[in-house]
């Protein structure tokens, strides 16, 4: 249990037959799926990761903030106080919110919560398995905090494909910035650029050296270990690898893998591994490594890890990172998606043949770095995404949204001159259940990581150069591991597949923070044309209202 709920209110957090309040209409819970309560205080607090005092966002005076430990098909009530001095918006990356964008907390379909004012959100991990992250949505936030692990774990009666792990730990690691989310947001705002990190923290904290660190996580020797690895920084690449141990890769993004082992792993940003670890070394002290990739001035940070009785500190001798993003693209093509294995549901995850789809609408998506009246913007397809005051999916909703926004702004192909930028809010219209394919290019110098709200997708083909269709002929359309966020390598293209069977308003975003916030992503709407209850719920009640929607009459609820 997570939160400040005591005595018998924390007893509450038992499996439990309950009608549920659910997006504005009573939900029978079925097959008495638990409700998990939380209660968060969101504060300033001083942080130093790296040694040097930051104003920094605590979750109930944690940072990193508190873990969410859930199983397949729970449901989470988290009820979320702003004690900041301006708004706040939280959002659970990779998980789906089937039918239930509206629990999604991104700009474009919440309002923030305003300072000292309080949200619930009221969602369910339906149909998934597996280790993410939540984190904040507004102005440069994450910086500082604000940020957790959410793990889901698999239900009882479905198999894993592995024993199950003495201990399971997650590890949050990031790039840090000691200037401060305000200072960060200021250089934006002024069209500038923010640099290079100053320097990476795991799980909030980096270890000194001098023998007093207090170990991260402990293991004893002959048992196995589960690590939940997630980048939940905000613009650079890691590469995470522990002395003298390997990693047996098991998940990644709420899929089970073919378990390779590795020495070390790059993760993105928005990414998450899971990964085995064997003590089987002599018992003393190691460390977990984390390293800045494809930067000019490589960055590298530790944690420890103790055997229990162990005796000895942990040499300074750390494993070498690998060099070069060609090393990378080679590593994301040894990831492949256990097709045998269970993930949340009884039937092996490769019982759905996605390679035998026929594609309906293949959208290739460019970015690009302009300036607009002398200041940054990041693009896409020539249009730099502005948010607008009233959430896109609340003005769809109340029938407004011609007022608010236009659909496909952009075109399905970046347009010949991409170097013209103009600034609007970017929504797609895309068919209920159309099979999609959608190309990232990527013609800068700089990695790219795009995260898809609502959905997983499969990542099916990543290569350097210019995507053109007969790189379909290079496909992998057997076992492709589903996720939810990928990477684009420089002067490279990653395409991914999906069918955008979910309704709602879902948003297609950078994880590099600071090309989201000056305008690197968009939304997918999809609307079913039944409007009815069995595609998407109704707006919830006590849902917060802004922009033009505020003090507007609710429209009629779908029936059935």
Same mark, same amino acid.
């Given at each position: 249990?997570?939160?400040?709920r ?9 499996l439990?037959?309950?009608l ?7 939900l029978?819970?079925?097959?008495g ?10 504060? $300033? ?11 920094? &966002?605590l ?5 990193p ?7 397949? +098909?729970?449901n ?6 702003n ?11 990779g998980?789906q %919110?089937r ?14 919560i ?13 149909d998934?398995?597996g280790?993410y ?17 959410? @793990? ?19 590890l ?12 960060l947001?200021? &250089?934006?705002d ?10 990476? %923290? ?22 196995? $270990? ?6 939940t920084?905000?613009k650079?690449s ?5 002395q ?16 390779n082992?590795?020495?070390?792993l790059d ?5 998450c ?19 800045? @990739?494809? !930067?000019k001035? #490589?960055?590298?940070? !530790? ?35 256990n ?12 019982s ?17 770095a ?18 607008p005051t ?20 952009i ?19 895309m068919?209920h259940?159309n ?13 790219q990581?795009y995260h898809?709200?609502?959905y997983?997708?499969f990542?099916?083909g ?7 269709? #007969? ?11 589903? @996720? ?6 420089p +002067? ?10 979910n309704?709602?308003?879902?948003n297609?975003?950078? #994880?590099?923070?600071?090309? %989201? ?12 044309? +039944?409007?009815?209850?069995?595609? #998407? ?9 802004c ?6 009459p609710?429209?009629?609820p779908?029936?059935?």
């Amino acid at each position: 249990m997570v939160g400040g709920r005591k005595g018998k209110e924390m007893a509450r957090l038992t499996l439990i037959s309950m009608l549920f309040l659910w997006a504005g209409s009573m939900l029978m819970v079925q097959g008495g799926d638990p409700t998990l309560f939380f209660e968060w205080n969101v504060t $300033y607090g001083t942080i130093a990761p790296l040694g040097v005092p930051v104003k920094g &966002i605590l979750i109930n005076g944690q940072f990193p903030g508190p873990n969410i430990n859930s199983t397949t +098909n729970n449901n989470i009530v988290i009820n979320v106080f702003n004690n900041l001095d301006e708004p706040f918006l939280v959002t659970w990356n990779g998980i789906q %919110h089937r039918k239930n964008s509206w629990q999604d907390g991104v700009l474009g379909t919440n309002c923030p919560i305003p300072r000292g004012k309080n949200y619930t959100y009221k969602f369910q991990v339906k149909d998934q398995i597996g280790s993410y992250i939540y984190y904040p949505v507004t102005a440069m936030h994450k910086a500082v905090g604000g940020f957790g692990g959410l @793990r889901v774990n698999s239900r009882l009666l479905i198999p894993v494909p592995y024993a199950d792990p003495a201990d399971d730990y997650t590890l949050l690691v990031g790039d840090f910035f000691n200037k401060g989310h305000t200072s960060l947001k200021k &250089i934006l705002d002024s069209g500038r650029n923010l640099g290079r990190c100053d320097g990476v %923290h795991l799980n909030g904290k980096v270890a000194k050296g001098d023998g007093k660190d207090e170990p991260l996580f402990t293991m004893e020797a002959g048992k196995t $270990y589960k690590y939940r690895i997630c980048n939940t920084g905000i613009k650079t690449s890691l590469n995470v690898r522990f002395q003298g141990h390997t990693m047996k890769l098991v998940e990644m993004e709420g899929s089970h893998t073919m378990q390779n082992d590795y020495d070390s792993l790059d993760v993105h940003v928005g990414q998450c591994f899971s990964v085995l670890v064997t003590a089987n070394q002599e018992p003393r002290d190691y460390y977990v490594v984390a390293s800045t @990739r494809f !930067t000019k001035r #490589e960055v590298t940070a !530790t944690g420890i890890i103790r055997y229990k009785n162990g005796k000895g500190a942990a040499s300074s001798e750390l494993p070498p990172p690998p060099v070069g993003w060609a090393w990378s693209l080679n590593q994301f093509r040894t990831f492949r998606w256990n097709l045998t294995s269970n993930a949340a549901r009884p039937n092996p995850q490769g019982s759905y043949k996605y390679g035998s789809i026929n594609i309906t609408r293949t959208i290739k998506l460019a970015n690009t770095a302009q300036r607009v009246d002398g200041k940054l913007r990041y693009a896409l397809n020539g249009v730099s995404y502005v948010e607008p005051t009233t959430p896109l999916k609340l003005a769809e909703y109340y029938g407004v949204a011609d007022k608010v926004f236009k659909y496909d702004t952009i075109p399905d192909e970046p347009p010949s001159d991409n170097t013209k930028v103009t600034l609007a809010p970017i929504v797609l219209n895309m068919t209920h259940r159309n099979f999609v394919e959608i190309i990232f290019e990527n013609h800068e110098t700089a990695i790219q990581s795009y995260h898809l709200s609502g959905y997983s997708f499969f990542a099916v083909g990543m290569d350097v150069g210019k995507w053109s269709p #007969e790189k379909r002929m290079n496909y992998n359309l057997l076992d492709a591991v589903s @996720r939810h966020t990928i990477q684009v390598f420089p +002067n490279s293209w990653s395409a991914i597949l999906l069918t955008f069977d979910n309704c709602g308003m879902w948003n297609l975003r950078s #994880e590099t923070w600071d090309r %989201h916030y000056l305008g690197q992503q968009l939304y997918a709407s999809v609307i079913s044309p +039944n409007r009815s209850l069995k595609d #998407e719920y109704n707006l919830p009640e006590g849902v917060l209202t802004c922009g033009i929607v505020q003090g507007m009459p609710r429209p009629p609820p779908f029936s059935s």
